[in-house]
């Protein structure tokens, strides 16, 4: 049975359309890895492959909804999970942004990870929030 996770939600300094956009297109990401980090990222419009330290996870858009909502879900990782971003209108041009996970671990995989997954979503949102403020 998978497990539910939900980040926090953060506001975004840009329209919904505008960052539904970025996060539309996977090959944006390859240029989000900072070149000392140890990952290696092969990317198209619509997949996603990520390897470090010998261990790869793909993932696909499963789902586009304009402006609303991206789904993601894995390919061949050691555990299936899906991701749903979602961009709802947070007023005045901003976005209300974030994200939940459904994840199906095993007893150790979720002893080792299960903890981690709220905090990575949470960073994700933090660190969106923090660089729309200073663009």
Do not use: C
């Not at 005045?92 to 905090?119: P, Q, S």
Request: proline share 4%.
């Amino acid at each position: 049975m998978a497990e539910h996770y939900t980040s926090k939600h953060g506001i975004v300094g840009r329209q919904p359309m505008e960052l539904y956009m970025v996060f539309t297109d996977l090959r944006i990401f390859k240029q989000m890895v900072p070149p000392d980090r140890q990952v290696e990222i092969e990317a198209d419009f619509d997949t996603l492959t990520a390897t470090a330290q010998g261990m790869s996870i793909t993932v696909r858009v499963a789902e586009r909804h304009p402006y609303d909502l991206i789904v993601l879900e894995d390919r061949n990782a050691p555990f299936h999970f899906n991701v749903q971003i979602h961009f709802d209108d947070g007023g005045a041009g901003k976005t209300d942004f974030w994200i939940e996970a459904d994840v199906e671990l095993n007893g150790i995989m979720k002893l080792m990870i299960g903890g981690k997954i709220r905090e990575a979503l949470d960073k994700v949102v933090d660190g969106l929030v923090d660089a729309s403020a200073r663009i």
